[in-house]
C-alpha cells in the first residue's frame, strides 16, 4: 500500500510539471489553417452527379450548386461555371480526404525555450465544402542553444489543441 501511494504521488507530480511546461505553449497561429488552405491542400472539387438526365454538380471553392448538360469525365480539370475557378471534377465519390503531417515551430521567449509541434493535418472535400482539421500529436520542448529536447506525447487520438494530454 505505501509502494502505491509513492508511485502515485510520483504520477501526480510528473502530471503536474508536464502541465506547467504545456501552460507556456502559444495557441497554434491563426494564419496556419490559411496556409494549410493555400498551401498544403491548395484542390478544389467539382461533385457531379450523372444520376439524372441533366447533371447536378456542387463546387467546393464557392459553394456553388446547379445543373449543366455538359458531359465531364472523372478527374478532368475543368472550370467552375459559378466561380470560374479551376477544379476537378469527382463523379465516383462523395468525398475526397487527404492528409498531410506539418510541423509548427514556435519560440517562447518568457522560457527561453522553442517548441516543436508535430501535428496530422487533414482535408475532407464533399459537397458541402471543404474541411481542414489539425491534431497535435508530439511537442518537442527545445532548450535555447541546444539541437534536442524533450519529448511528449499525445494520449488522446485525434484531439483537438486544448484537449490533448501530455505524457
Known sequence: NVTWLKKQRATNRKR?????MMSIVDPVPERAEQWLNEEIFPEHYLFVSDKEATRKYTCTKCGGNSWTKKKYK???MTICPKCGAEVKVEKKNNTKFKYANVIILQAVPKAGVW???QFRAEAWWSPNGKKIDMHENIRAII???E?????YYGTEPNAEEWQ????
Open 16 to 20: 503536474d510539471r508536464i502541465a506547467k
Open 74 to 76: 472523372n478527374y478532368q
Open 115 to 117: 517548441v516543436e509541434r
Open 143 to 145: 532548450s535555447r542553444g
Open 147 to 151: 539541437n534536442y529536447g524533450k519529448v
Open 164 to 167: 490533448q494530454d501530455w505524457w
